[in-house]
């Protein structure tokens, strides 16, 4: 049964690092939510370590970049880690084998920016080894992919999706397609994918190697069940769910333990040790 609680700090007993999720939690891609500098800047001094953990197909520098451009102290978190930060690393490493990618992002020089130090280089479709699953614009409609899924299906391309959410929010209220969405397609149609960042494992493991802790002192705040808390059960954290993110909607009326339960049966997902409504 997952508790309620006002604030985070009230969730951390046992806990030596909070690690956060990015969009949804710390901001809504122009914007701190309110209280969440100063929500964090008090568990900082109390000694509590930081870290951000992100779905975002991007380098883990360029992440840190924008969290700090929108408001948040440089020295706040020990660690950002993002999704495309590890598989960028299982690329230099050779552990992924590519060479010639086909890009697929949210800003035409996301691919060339995330591919710095990497000896790859981007194509059409129909000449690449694998499609690069990086982003989408906001406004993107999947159907607008699909010739391009087709011609990688028909060459049997894998397909490298960066970031697994299938959802993002944004100022408003609004949502708008994420990677995840799309790659979901492609292996329902037969396609190969390989997943990088929340729920899977291998990236709960980077930030536990970065911050040299074990399992049990680490908590994932997210505002995802599918992906943040999920990720979090399967890894051995604890996790507390952020109720203003994504799913703001589901919390609009009614007891909120009771629309928690009703939003872990409809995305066939775990529920948190913990609920917070926001940062504060």
């Known amino acids: 049964m997952a508790v309620e609680a006002d604030r985070l700090e009230a969730t951390l007993d046992g ?44 380098r883990s520098d360029l992440n840190a970049k924008r969290i700090f451009a929108l408001g948040f102290p440089s020295g706040l978190f020990d ?3 993002t999704s495309g930060e590890a598989l960028w690393r ?29 000896d790859v280089g981007f194509v059409p479709v129909d000449q690449a080894d694998a499609v690069l699953l990086m982003g989408l614009p906001d406004g993107a409609e999947l159907d607008d992919y699909q010739d ?15 970031n697994p959410d299938y959802a993002s929010p944004r100022a408003g209220g609004n949502t708008v397609a994420s990677p995840g969405a799309l790659a979901h397609l492609y292996a329902q149609a037969g396609g190969v994918v390989s997943y990088y960042g929340k729920p899977h494992c291998p990236v709960f493991r980077a930030v536990e190697a970065a911050l040299g ?10 505002d995802s069940l599918k992906h943040d808390i999920a990720g979090a059960r399967e890894a051995g954290w604890a996790s507390a769910f952020v109720r203003n993110g994504l799913h703001a909607n589901s919390f609009l009326s009614g007891d909120v333990l009771d629309s928690l339960k009703a939003l872990a049966r409809s995305e066939n997902a775990p529920m948190p040790d913990f609920t917070v409504e926001q940062l504060r």
């Open 79 to 81: 660690c950002v880690m």
């Open 15 to 58: 806990i030596e690092a909070a690690v956060l999720d990015q969009w949804g939690v710390l901001h809504d891609g122009s914007a701190p939510y309110p209280h969440a500098v100063e929500a964090l800047e008090r568990l900082k001094a109390t000694g509590t370590r930081l870290a951000v953990l992100s779905n975002s197909g991007k």
């Open 213 to 222: 802790l074990p399992p049990e002192k680490l908590m994932m705040v997210g």
């Open 148 to 162: 391009t899924l087709a011609s990688a299906l028909a060459r049997s391309l894998p397909v490298l999706c960066s």
């Open 90 to 118: 299982d690329i230099r490493s050779r552990r992924i084998k590519t060479s010639e990618l086909h890009p697929i992002t949210r800003e035409q020089e996301d691919a060339e920016n995330w591919a710095a130090g990497l």
